[in-house]
């Protein structure tokens, strides 16, 4: 049971409306209020827009979310998350309609699992993750921290996927199949090879990007 | 102007062979950066020429091999980049930093080489030079130094720039439908940008032709005159490499990243280096940041690009460096593809008939850069 009758979801563009409105059915009876935070030329965010909070934060058992796109490998995402914990928000994870998540799997804050996704079990989810609408995840799965899974994914059982990665839409990765940190995997097909650590596979681009080096 | 190069020069495959021949190989080439061959075992492979070459690092020293065994002929690295000894994965031959076969498993038991063929067993090695963090090699030719191919202040300018580049650094190679002269004639010309940029890069920095009297009277000359000799011909050469600043940015964006990083300069302005015959080097971000643009030559119509971006050095690690690298590598991707469509679709058009390029006075440096090219393709003098 949701503990708060107020919830803030900061954010921008269609995902702060769609996080609003899947809050709204989670908690039918509590005031959902929505704060567009917006970037200038240097990426910096407005923070001024969460001025709207005033007196009705944490200290007024308001929690928060942070719903935005995975700008910048969820770094952004993460920033606003972090932002919100240093004004003592709790930020719960959500969990649309219809998403089968297993008993025994837990999900750290700001994570989000969307509508139909499943979920098996003996997974561990990292805080910060996104798992898009129907995405299913096999038992033993593994998500770092800030990943972010575009709906419809599928991951095999075992599999693992690191922190700030991406996975994009029309991907499926074979059972026990790992993709390291900081990684894109956005070239639709079945995976059956580890895809190492901050590597990019771009339909944009002929060859993988890769980075070396530290 | 007319241009001296006919069509075939950009799609002929026999043109093509004779180049390779006549001016890449006898020329010092850009083959990576020293950043990603800091350790012992890193090692690049590249194909230069038809030619694949590992550089490897041998204990802090750097070594450019064929990168073939000398046993059955398989390339001893098959990574583009990594850490691994020189071991060749058929027969577990090792190599040390002479090339030479370090490691023969039961060379006396069943190979049973004779004193004077094992003593034979070296590997093809080329000549390297490194100036600050680019590697370069020389794949055949006469001896030259690489102060008589690149002016010596333009030396320091690539090392004090090079030296800012940061050890973390992002790659990849794109395939381009085109020769690789249509790049650097694209990259000399300051006038495309107002069109084929307008809506990018051009928005913040107003790229202007530079119409310097006295260096078109030069080039003008040189485009007339040709060159007589091997002397004259060097000289000329080295005039083809410059860089530096480049034009002032309309505007310069402030991003968190930037208090990570030792910027190289600092002034906001765009630097950018010609190196010729295939390296371009360039920042668009006033000093925070560079791109390294090495473009390979496949065949006359084809050039592969291995982009590399880095940022200034950083004054400490930080989490999001890769994910600042990435961005890099798609904001550049837009003003690239820019380009790319141009000469890709110039390089369709391109057939036996095609009338020769027109050139105006703003395109003298490409106009003295073609005479030299035609004169070192006919014989005039030899590299």
């Not at chain 1, 007196?55 to 993460?78: E, Y």
């Not at chain 2, 119409?211 to 040709?226: F, P, R, T, V, Y």
């Not at chain 2, 190196?275 to 006359?300: D, K, R």
Request: glycine residues 10%; negative net charge; hydrophobic residues 45%.
């Amino acid at each position: 049971m949701e503990p708060s009758s107020y919830k803030w979801i900061v954010g921008s563009g269609p995902l702060l409306a769609a996080a609003a409105a899947a809050w709204g059915e989670r908690m039918p009876h509590a005031s959902i209020g929505t704060i567009e935070v917006s970037q200038d030329a240097g990426f910096a965010f407005d923070l001024g827009a969460l001025d709207r909070i005033n007196s009705l934060g944490p200290d007024a058992g308001a929690s928060a979310f942070v719903a935005i796109g995975s700008q910048f490998m969820n770094f952004r995402r993460f920033e606003l998350m972090a932002l919100l914990k240093e004004r003592g928000f709790k930020l719960p994870a959500l969990v649309c309609r219809g998403a089968l998540v297993a008993a025994d799997v837990s999900l750290p804050e700001n994570s989000w699992v969307g509508a139909g996704a499943i979920l098996g079990a003996g997974s561990r989810i990292g805080y910060n993750t996104f798992i898009g609408a129907g995405v299913i995840a096999g038992e033993a799965c593994v998500l770092g921290n800030s990943v972010w899974l575009e709906a419809g994914v599928q991951l095999g059982r075992g599999s693992k996927v690191g922190a700030n990665t991406i996975i994009g839409r029309g991907v499926i990765l074979e059972d026990g199949i790992e993709v390291g940190k900081g990684s894109v995997v956005d070239i639709p097909g079945r995976y059956a090879r580890e895809v190492p650590a901050r590597t990019f596979l771009n339909p944009d681009f002929d060859e993988p990007v890769v980075v070396v080096g530290a | 102007m007319r241009s001296r190069l006919p069509a075939a020069a950009y799609t002929d495959e026999n043109w093509f062979a004779r180049e390779r021949e006549l001016l890449f190989k006898p020329l010092w080439q850009f083959v990576g950066l020293r950043t990603m061959l800091r350790k012992h075992n890193d090692f690049i492979t590249r194909r230069l020429c038809g030619m694949p070459l590992v550089v490897q690092n041998f204990n802090g020293e750097l070594r450019a091999f064929e990168n073939l065994c000398l046993h059955r002929q398989k390339p001893l690295q098959t990574a583009s980049h990594g850490n691994r000894p020189l071991v060749c994965g058929y027969h577990g031959w090792g190599y040390d930093v002479a090339g030479t076969p370090s490691n023969i498993p039961f060379e006396r038991e069943i190979y049973r080489f004779a004193v004077d063929e094992l003593q034979d067993l070296k590997l093809r090695m080329f000549p390297l030079e490194i100036v600050g963090n680019l590697v370069f090699v020389k794949l055949s030719g006469q001896d030259m130094a690489l102060s008589e191919q690149f002016d010596g202040a333009f030396l320091d300018s690539l090392a004090e720039v090079s030296n800012a580049f940061d050890d973390e650094t992002i790659l990849t190679t794109l395939k381009l439908e085109c020769n690789w002269k249509l790049i650097y004639e694209n990259l000399r010309d300051a006038h495309h940008p107002r069109y084929v940029h307008s809506q990018s890069i051009y928005k913040n920095v107003k790229f202007a032709v530079a119409m310097d009297e006295h260096a078109i009277a030069a080039s003008k000359n040189l485009a007339e005159s040709g060159c007589l000799d091997r002397d004259s011909a060097m000289r000329a050469l080295r005039s083809f490499s410059n860089g530096g600043l480049n034009e002032a940015m309309g505007s310069m964006p402030s991003y968190s990243w930037h208090r990570n990083v030792e910027r190289f300069g600092s002034l906001d302005w765009y630097y950018n280096w010609l190196t010729f015959p295939n390296l371009h080097l360039a920042s668009g971000s006033g000093g925070y940041s560079f791109i390294i643009e090495h473009h390979v030559p496949v065949s006359a119509g084809r050039t592969d690009l291995i982009v590399h971006y880095a940022t200034a050095r950083k004054r400490n690690r930080y989490a999001t460096s890769s994910a600042v690298l990435y961005e890099h590598m798609l904001g550049g991707m837009r003003v690239l593809r820019e380009d790319f469509r141009i000469m890709e679709e110039i390089q369709a058009g391109l057939h036996a008939e095609a009338p020769a390029a027109r050139l105006g006075d703003f395109e003298h440096a490409s106009a003295g850069i073609e005479r030299w090219y035609a004169d070192a393709m006919d014989g005039t003098f030899k590299l």
